[in-house]
C-alpha cells in the first residue's frame, strides 16, 4: 500500500538555525497538510496545500514557516530561525481528493537545542 | 479556546467490552474526522463524516450535526486498540482545509 514518508525521523538543531522537513505524499495525491504536536499536547494544523498554493493556514503558520512543493514528490516545510519551541513531531499528510481520509506520515521529531 | 472536546480523557476498558468515546465542537463543519494514534506516533485517519453513521469493522463512528456531536463506538474492543484517539473538525470555510483537534481520548484495553 502506498505511504507517506518523511524524513528525517529524527532532526536535532541549534537554536536559531533553519531547519527543512521533507515529506514525499503519496504520488497521485492532491492536497497536502503540515501538522505539528508538542511532546503531551493535542495535533495542532499548520498549513494545507492545494494546487501549488497554500489553501489554508493557521495562526502559528506565521513568517517563520514555508512550504514548498519543489517537484512533483516532495512537499517540505522549512522552519526559519528555530526557537525552543519549535521542538515538536511534525507530521505530513495527503489525500487525492477533498472527500477521501488522510494518509499520515510516520513524523519527524525536531529537538531544538 | 477548545473548538473541539472530547470525553472521556483517558478510559481504560476489558477485553470485549463495547467502548464509546464522545466529541463535541462549537463551529459550523464541513466535515468531522476520527483519527487513531499508536503509542509510537503514527496516526491513521479511521473516519470522515459529515452525516449520519459509518461502519469499518468493529468500529462505528455516528455524527449529529444538530447538537454538534459525534461518538465513536469500538465493539468487542481488544488490547491492540489501545490506542489515543482523536476527533478532528473540518470548520466551514472556503476551502475545508483547515482543521481544530481535540486534545485526544486514551484507551487501554486490558487482556
Known amino acids: 500500500e502506498p505511504e507517506v514518508t518523511q524524513t528525517p525521523s529524527h532532526q536535532v538543531t541549534q537554536m536559531g538555525q533553519e531547519v527543512i522537513l521533507r515529506c514525499v505524499p503519496i504520488?497521485?495525491?492532491?492536497?497536502f497538510y503540515w501538522y505539528r504536536q508538542i511532546l503531551g499536547q493535542k495535533v495542532e494544523f499548520l498549513v494545507s496545500f492545494y494546487n501549488n498554493e497554500i489553501s489554508e493556514k493557521s495562526e502559528i503558520f506565521d513568517d517563520q514557516f514555508s512550504v514548498e512543493r519543489p517537484d512533483g514528490s516532495n512537499f517540505t516545510l522549512k522552519i526559519r530561525s528555530t526557537k525552543l519551541e519549535d521542538s515538536a513531531m511534525y507530521f505530513c499528510a495527503s489525500k487525492g481528493s477533498w472527500a477521501q481520509p488522510q494518509h499520515f506520515g510516520d513524523g519527524t521529531r525536531l529537538s531544538i537545542l | 479556546k477548545n473548538e473541539v472536546e472530547q470525553s472521556p480523557q483517558n478510559l481504560t476498558a476489558q477485553e470485549g467490552e463495547f467502548i464509546t468515546i464522545n466529541c463535541s465542537y462549537s463551529?459550523?463543519?464541513?466535515?468531522l474526522h476520527w483519527l487513531q494514534q499508536h503509542p509510537g506516533g503514527g496516526i491513521v485517519s479511521l473516519f470522515m463524516?459529515?452525516?449520519g453513521k459509518k461502519k469499518h469493522g468493529r468500529l462505528i463512528a455516528t455524527i449529529n450535526i444538530q447538537e454538534k456531536h459525534s461518538s465513536l463506538h469500538i465493539t468487542a474492543s481488544h488490547p491492540r486498540d489501545s490506542a489515543v484517539y482523536i476527533c478532528?473538525?473540518?470548520?466551514?470555510?472556503?476551502?475545508?482545509?483547515?482543521?481544530?483537534f481535540g486534545t485526544g481520548t486514551s484507551l487501554t484495553v486490558i487482556p
Open positions: 463524516l459529515s452525516s
Open positions: 463551529v459550523g463543519i464541513s466535515a
Open positions: 504520488s497521485n495525491h492532491l492536497y
Open positions: 478532528a473538525v473540518s470548520p466551514l470555510s472556503n476551502t475545508g482545509n483547515q482543521f481544530y
